[in-house]
């Protein structure tokens, strides 16, 4: 049976690898207009692609990357699309006392907000919003040669000690700035998810972050778009899902 399969990704470095691989086409029909989201559809095997972008900030023109552009890019993409499963694909900081490397690959299925502290009781678990999506499929991480993580999301590049604390007690292996909200849309539209995360950083290092992260940007680009092919061909034949 042919799949839908949608993979959100927030900047367009991380995605132009991918989109040049797949050959994939902008569609300019599917958004509402005057909306950033940007599409890429094409097709792996019998499987149906679309990459969608959060696209450019209207007002500071650079990628949209964060919670807001997350969430609202898969809303318009489920809608637009009804996909079968969406991978949130991207870069991450990495932790080396979980045994992350520059270029470490994980397949993720919990989420959780580490910059969402309200001290009210009820609201405190819905800020973290700890969440899990799939059961995957044990040979899709042997194929893809990937970890299985944790994603721990925010709106800050950097990390303050309040982050750190949630960060370390759900044993995060990836810190980025959408996956808990691509999850969250995922999860009250009741469509299966999923991330893919190229390690660009090591948050637990010696570097300054900004700098590690834009000097293996490119790195990361690549091997997300070596990892995609793989997911999407296993998922063609095979079930993503335990
Ligand atoms: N994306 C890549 N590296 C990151 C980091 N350290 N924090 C948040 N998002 C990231």
Do not use: W
Not at 164 to 188: F, N, R, S, W
């Amino acid at each position: 049976m042919t799949k839908t399969v949608v993979i959100v990704m927030a900047m367009e470095a991380e995605a132009k690898p991918f989109v040049e691989h797949l050959q994939l086409k902008k569609d300019e029909t599917i958004f509402l207009k005057g909306f950033k989201a940007e599409c890429y559809a094409g097709s792996l095997d019998t499987t149906k692609v679309y990459l969608i972008l959060n696209g450019k900030c209207h007002k500071y023109n650079v990628d949209i990357v964060g919670t807001v552009g997350g969430a609202v890019t898969t809303f318009a993409a489920i809608q637009a699309l009804h996909p079968d499963v969406i991978i949130n694909a991207g870069t991450c900081g990495g932790f080396k006392a979980m045994g992350g490397e520059v270029g470490s690959i994980y397949l993720c299925t919990r989420f959780l907000n580490h910059d969402r502290r309200i001290a009210i009781p009820g609201f405190d678990a819905f800020g973290v919003g700890e969440l899990k999506t799939v059961d995957l499929n044990q040979g899709l991480l042997d194929h893809v040669g990937a970890k299985n993580g944790v994603v721990s999301t925010g709106n800050s590049l950097d990390m303050v000690k309040e982050d750190e604390h949630y960060i370390k007690l759900h044993k995060a292996t990836c810190k980025d700035m959408e996956g808990a909200a691509v999850a969250y849309i995922c999860d009250q539209l009741g469509v299966p998810m999923f991330a893919l995360k190229s390690v660009t950083d090591i948050v637990d290092g010696e570097h300054p972050t900004p700098e590690e992260f834009l000097k293996n940007l490119g790195t990361a680009a690549k091997c997300l778009q070596e990892a995609l092919p793989k997911v999407l061909s296993y998922i063609s034949q095979n079930s993503f899902e335990a």
